[in-house]
């Protein structure tokens, strides 16, 4: 269970205020205009912006002054993920020891990732040798391999073409699912939205104006949600 309570952030004029639970495992699509808050959100979430009120407890825990490393998160944003001259096994083993030593549980553990996001054989590629779709899934493998509660996702995948991008949310859909992650994900795309997540969480100025499984928001035609649809 992840919890807001009470939560400020405050940027210039600009005021993000939430109060939410949410339940651990769900997978919650972030939504709302350019300069609702999204960002602003994943990046409290994350510790790169402490709140100037309020609490945020993540799997049990009071992390509201916790700093960016000492977090339960692990964090996949955008592109450029990865780093261009380190092999595919190196980026995916700064996951989980940034000084790159790993003893050989480790080692067997990148080797694990590399499977499950079926990549095998491709350890020692550096990234530029890799399709866009590798590389996404070098990240995401990096990502199944910190093995945190908390997932944070922003617009990821964004330089991929629409059916490659559906197949990587769709296996990221299944990850989680396995590994129980709580998973946020920002995207401007509702249609991106329903092949990751089952809850969504609209922004407007800086407040939820929804907060709803979205299945049922969809089949409802929840009018706050229609200018997405
Ligand atoms: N460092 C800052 N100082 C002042 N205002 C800021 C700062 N960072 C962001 N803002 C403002 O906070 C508001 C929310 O920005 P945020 O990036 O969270 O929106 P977003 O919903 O993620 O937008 P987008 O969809 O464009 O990424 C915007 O009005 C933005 O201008």
């Known amino acids: 269970?992840?919890?807001?309570?009470?939560?400020?952030?405050?940027?210039?004029?600009?005021?993000?205020?939430?109060?939410?639970?949410?339940?651990?495992?769900?997978?919650?699509?972030?939504?709302?205009?350019?300069?609702?808050?999204?960002?602003?959100?994943?990046?409290?979430?994350?510790?790169?912006?402490?709140?100037?009120?309020?609490?945020?407890?993540?799997?049990?825990?009071?992390?509201t002054a916790a700093p960016v490393a000492q977090r339960p998160v692990s964090i996949l944003f955008q592109d450029g993920n990865l780093f261009p001259h380190l092999?595919?096994?190196?980026?995916?083993?700064?996951?989980?020891?940034?000084?790159?030593?790993?003893?050989?549980?480790?080692e067997a553990r990148v080797m694990e990732s590399l499977r499950k996001v079926d990549l095998d054989g491709m350890d020692e590629r550096m990234p530029a040798a890799l399709s866009g779709g590798q590389q996404s899934r070098v990240a995401l493998a990096r990502m199944?391999?910190?093995?945190?509660?908390?997932?944070?996702?922003?617009?990821?995948?964004?330089?991929?073409?629409p059916a490659l991008r559906r197949e990587m949310l769709e296996l990221m859909r299944t990850?989680?699912?396995?590994?129980?992650?709580?998973?946020?994900?920002a995207t401007h795309d509702l249609r991106d939205a329903e092949h990751l997540c089952d809850r969504i969480l609209l922004l407007e100025d800086g407040k939820v104006v929804l907060d709803a499984e979205l299945s049922?928001?969809?089949?409802?035609?929840?009018?706050?949600?229609?200018?997405?649809?």
Do not use: H, Y
Request: net charge negative; aromatic share 4%; proline share 6%.
């Open 1 to 63: 269970m992840l919890q807001l309570e009470k939560v400020r952030v405050e940027l210039g004029t600009f005021t993000l205020s939430l109060d939410l639970t949410v339940p651990k495992g769900a997978r919650v699509a972030l939504m709302g205009v350019s300069g609702s808050g999204k960002s602003t959100l994943l990046s409290a979430l994350a510790g790169f912006l402490l709140p100037d009120a309020g609490r945020i407890i993540m799997a049990g825990e009071d992390v």
């Open 87 to 106: 092999s595919v096994f190196d980026n995916i083993a700064l996951g989980i020891a940034p000084n790159l030593r790993l003893d050989a549980a480790d």
């Open 144 to 161: 199944l391999l910190r093995d945190k509660p908390v997932a944070l996702l922003d617009e990821p995948f964004s330089a991929l073409d």
């Open 175 to 185: 990850l989680c699912e396995e590994t129980g992650q709580t998973l946020f994900m």
């Open 216 to 229: 049922t928001a969809i089949a409802e035609r929840t009018p706050v949600l229609r200018p997405w649809m």
